[in-house]
């Protein structure tokens, strides 16, 4: 039976003639314990898709059941990695992984909640880096104290938004491989977005292509039937990764999920008016200080 | 030695780094060139300023004789320093005498009630210098109270904030001179207690301060809500925080370092304000003494308006540099500020 469904789900942004479709016809169906990956070009749509699943955004039209219940808000059973870690950085290592489990666990003893909490600064290895504050970690460290954040809500359901996408290559590997073992350990359900199809193969049972947007829907999954634990050496001489590699890319590169010939951009300029902190700016002007070039819309050609 | 370096650095004692690297025996020539450099062409600025004032002091005759030069208003200086420890000596005296003739009193009379006397001189410069901190911290504080939480609730609620816009538009500039009539009356009205507690000038010169240093906390308290990472709105979504809970534990600390801009901008245009509310409440502070000085209008007291010139800027800068190392305390994203 299907823990997770997405049924002819679709999203846009903007109003009438300006209305821009993101997704349309999503339809996905995971079950517990499973480990998804969805694999796309940058901009295709998949933090969307992800925000959807999260409950931080409403499609449009569809429905998005967990265990048969709608996905109206977000929830902690729904714990989401984001890309950029979003770590708040007036707390330590251990106070932001409080911070979610006094929250979730709030009927617990307060013993309990910290052990919980050390328990899984332990899991990601970030034992000795406990009271250090997210900026003097480097980006792999505060992926792993986001990864370790989203794991002690104890959800139902793993989001992982292009988690690994801002760091290094070598930094990258090692966070699969300690991803991987993560998962073998906590047999959680996990939806991985990702643009690299290797860490794809890497990590998960079953791999989706999204075709490009705008309107980006899901291109045939491909089951990764290769026994676990995987090793990436060994992976790149595997008949089996190479195929599902190629069926992947040859999806993403043909007709079915390639980007269109021409397509609406959204351009934002590099920011060029300085923003003074002690200049009382006008509560006129709108909410946050805006960026030249903000809404700037343009038609490329694309090859 | 090195945490001392930071510690000065913090404060924004940054002219003293030098010296103390250089008793270090760090890259003396260095130093010594950033020694010339820091204190000795901001030295140079200032024996031009006290020429070109002698100068000026010198040639200008005003209708009670010349303008007093920068001798003259040291030894003014002086004098209020003396004339405030004449006067704490004294008040001392006065208590001692005062002691004495108690105790021969209840030897003579056991039975009687003494009653005591309070020194009835009158406030010294140094005394006026602390009611004016005193006003300001008072006026400050009320501001700070008010500006802080309705802030949060401007960047919080775009509803809100365009209800409070008009408002904050249209106060916003209006100069201390012409709240205090208002602030008078109001007080006059409504404070009438049995035992005050306060004085009716200082409670009015306060709220003055407070009404006109509002502005500025306000405007940055919201704008630091209002402009807070999505991101961690998104995790206080996803956590299911409450209300109250996301204030206190997302939306506070995240806006703080702007929060405290905003109080640092207050501070300053409270401490600018407060001169002239006391000049008019005739609240015993700084403002007062200077418009005293003015009415007794000889060469002497226009020493002592400068003198009390240069207090104020003093106390003013020192204020601010209070303000700013709260203001790094605060900052959680290592951004240094000035």
């Given at each position: 039976m299907a823990f997770l469904k997405l049924t002819n789900v679709s999203k846009g942004y903007g109003l009438g003639a300006r209305r821009a479709s993101v997704l349309r016809g999503i339809n996905l169906s995971i079950v517990e314990g499973e480990f998804v990956a969805i694999v796309g070009y940058s901009g295709a749509g998949k933090t969307t898709l992800m925000s959807l699943i999260a409950g931080l955004q409403r499609p449009d039209e569809g429905r998005i059941t967990l265990r048969g219940d709608e996905v109206k808000e977000p929830s902690p059973e729904r714990a989401i990695v984001f890309q950029n870690y979003s770590l708040l950085p007036w707390l330590s290592v251990y106070e932001n992984i409080a911070l979610a489990v006094d929250e979730v666990f709030a009927d617990w003893p307060a013993s309990k909640r910290r052990e919980h909490a050390e328990k899984y600064i332990a899991m990601v290895n970030l034992t000795p880096a406990r009271d250090k504050k997210p900026r003097e970690l480097s980006g792999g460290m505060r992926q792993r104290v986001s990864v370790a954040r989203a794991l002690a809500m104890d959800p139902k359901i793993l989001l992982l938004d292009e988690p690994l996408s801002a760091l290094d290559a070598i930094t990258r590997a090692s966070l699969q491989d300690e991803i991987g073992r993560i998962w073998s350990e906590a047999r959680k359900t996990v939806v991985l977005i990702t643009n690299d199809v290797d860490e794809g193969i890497l990590l998960a049972d079953r791999i989706i292509p999204l075709s490009a947007g705008p309107g980006a829907t899901l291109g045939p999954e491909v089951r990764v039937e290769i026994e676990r634990p995987r090793d990436r050496t060994a992976l790149n001489h595997d008949p089996r990764f190479k195929k599902i590699r190629s069926e992947i890319i040859g999806y993403l590169l043909g007709p079915g999920g390639k980007p269109k010939v021409s397509s609406t951009r959204h351009l934002v300029l590099p920011d060029i008016e300085p923003e003074h902190l002690n200049r009382p700016p006008s509560l006129f002007a709108g909410h946050r200080p805006r960026r030249k070039g903000e809404e700037r819309h343009e038609t490329v050609e694309l090859p | 030695m090195g945490a001392l370096i930071k510690t000065c650095e913090n404060v924004g004692l940054n002219w003293a780094v030098p010296f103390l690297r250089l008793a270090r025996r760090e890259n003396p020539n260095e130093q010594i060139r950033q020694i010339l450099l820091n204190i000795g062409v901001p030295i140079l600025a200032i024996l031009i300023f006290l020429g070109g004032w002698s100068w000026v002091a010198a040639n200008v005759k005003v209708s009670f004789g010349s303008l007093p030069g920068p001798v003259a208003v040291w030894v003014q200086a002086k004098t209020l320093w003396a004339g405030h420890l004449a006067e704490r000596t004294k008040e001392a005296e006065f208590y001692k005498r005062q002691a004495v003739r108690k105790k021969e009193f209840l030897a003579q009379n056991p039975d009687g009630t003494w009653e005591e006397r309070k020194f009835a001189g009158s406030p010294t410069y140094i005394d006026q210098i602390f009611t004016s901190l005193k006003t300001v911290f008072t006026g400050f504080l009320i501001a700070a109270l008010i500006a802080v939480p309705l802030g949060i609730l401007c960047g919080l609620s775009k509803a809100f904030n365009l209800a409070m816009n008009p408002f904050i538009q249209v106060f916003k500039p209006v100069s201390p001179l012409a709240w205090l009539p208002i602030v008078m009356i109001m007080v006059t009205a409504l404070y009438k207690p049995k035992e005050p507690m306060f004085e009716?000038?200082?409670?009015?010169?306060?709220?003055?301060?407070?009404?006109?240093s509002l502005w500025p906390a306000l405007i940055n308290t919201s704008l630091g809500v209002a402009s807070i990472d999505n991101d961690y709105l998104n995790i206080a979504r996803v956590l299911k925080l409450g209300w109250w809970k996301k204030v206190r534990k997302i939306v506070i600390p995240s806006a703080l370092p702007l929060i405290f801009t905003g109080l640092r901008l207050s501070?300053?245009?409270?401490?600018?304000?407060?001169?002239?509310?006391?000049?008019?409440?005739?609240?015993?502070?700084?403002?007062?003494?200077?418009?005293?000085?003015?009415?007794?209008?000889?060469?002497?007291?226009?020493?002592?308006?400068?003198?009390?010139?240069?207090?104020?800027?003093?106390?003013?800068?020192?204020?601010?540099?209070?303000?700013m190392v709260l203001q790094r305390a605060v900052s959680f994203d290592g951004a240094t500020v000035r």
């Open positions: - | 009716k000038s200082f409670i009015t010169s306060a709220f003055t301060v407070a009404l006109c501070l300053g245009v409270g401490w600018m304000v407060l001169i002239a509310a006391e000049m008019l409440a005739q609240n015993p502070g700084l403002g007062k003494f200077v418009w005293d000085m003015f009415q007794n209008g000889s060469s002497e007291t226009l020493a002592q308006i400068m003198v009390a010139v240069f207090t104020i800027g003093f106390i003013g800068f020192a204020l601010d540099r209070l303000m």
